[in-house]
Nanobody, 121 residues
Framework: QVQLVESGGGLVQAGGSLRLSCAAS????????MAWYRQAPGKQRDLVAT???????SYSDSVKDRFIITRDSAKNTVYLQMNSLKPEDTAVYYC???????????????WGQGTQVIVSS
């Protein structure tokens, strides 16, 4: 029904930058919110940043002032600009979208397959 495809991960040195992208496609009436999560080895998946249609973006304390989430609603795409990267930012980053498939329909969460980010010290 809905597919999320992430791109932009890779290997970067500490202090560097990366930009992640996530494009949603399929049967979409509206996307209420899009977000980025990350999961480091052996740890739970944590929320990194969220963006909705009508409010300011929100960030976890660990990335605030370093990461910027933006959204292109016309393209159903969300971006995560990651600056001043640290080794502790190393994780698989997952895109999430809260979607309604039909007008007045229920909200459903969808996930991307994840993209690996490795920050070397």
């Amino acid at each position: 029904q809905v597919q999320l495809v992430e791109s932009g991960g890779g290997l970067v040195q500490a202090g560097g930058s990366l930009r992640l992208s996530c494009a949603a496609s399929g049967t979409i009436f509206d996307i209420a919110a899009m977000a980025w999560y990350r999961q480091a080895p052996g740890k739970q998946r944590d929320l990194v940043a969220t963006i909705t249609g009508g409010s300011s973006p929100s960030y976890s304390d660990s990335v605030k002032d370093r990461f910027i989430i933006t959204r292109d609603s016309a393209k159903n795409t969300v971006y995560l600009q990651m600056n001043s990267l640290k080794p502790e930012d190393t994780a698989v980053y997952y895109c999430n979208a809260i979607v309604t498939i039909t007008k007045g329909g229920l909200l459903f969460p969808f996930w991307g397959q994840g993209t690996q980010v490795i920050v070397s010290s």
